[in-house]
């Protein structure tokens, strides 16, 4: 079971589906509340990321989750407009077609869990690859190393309205 402090709820008014990022960055390790845009479904149902955009870059990065560790793997970036995550519309990466599902369904593969680690070294991986190729592909499986897998008591947490004030 999962004894990781939980990110206090997100002030009222807050109507599409967030969770808290915990990233090790330059500006400190904190939690970071991120809007979650959807998901992606291979055709046959097996493979499913969630997209979740950072707040401060609006970066859209589509993430593996591991429900061990409780980290998300940063696989690669999108650029598809929040809107086409409706259930209908579909985009293909690495000649695979993958169905662009609602925010809500990808709450659901989160399986009601909003406190998730960022792997640092898997988000260096896709910007890196992001930049070489300029189109949507999955960076390579990430390397196997040791994972944070608890976030530290008394981290900072950064709300949306955080972010997005001037």
Do not use: C
Not at 38 to 55: E, H, T
Not at 58 to 77: P, Q, T
């Amino acid at each position: 079971m999962d004894r990781s402090p939980l990110a206090p709820p997100a002030p009222a008014g807050h109507n599409r589906p967030t969770i808290f990022i915990y990233t090790e960055e330059q500006r400190g390790n904190q939690l970071v509340e991120s809007p979650v845009i959807g998901m992606l479904s291979d055709v046959s149902g097996s493979d499913k990321l969630i997209v979740a955009q950072d707040p401060f870059s609006g970066i859209k990065f589509i993430y593996r989750v591991d429900h061990e560790s409780s980290n998300l793997d940063a696989a690669a970036i999108t650029e598809q407009d929040e809107s086409a995550f409706n259930g209908k519309n579909s985009v293909q990466i690495n000649a695979i077609s993958y169905k662009l599902g609602t925010a809500d369904n990808a709450m659901k593969l989160l399986r009601g869990k909003n406190q998730w680690i960022q792997d640092k070294g898997a988000v260096l991986s896709v910007l890196l690859q992001n930049a070489a190729a300029r189109k949507t592909r999955f960076a390579p499986p990430r390397i196997e190393r040791d994972r944070v897998r608890k976030v530290p008591p008394g981290v900072p947490v950064e709300y949306l309205e955080a972010a997005s004030a001037p």
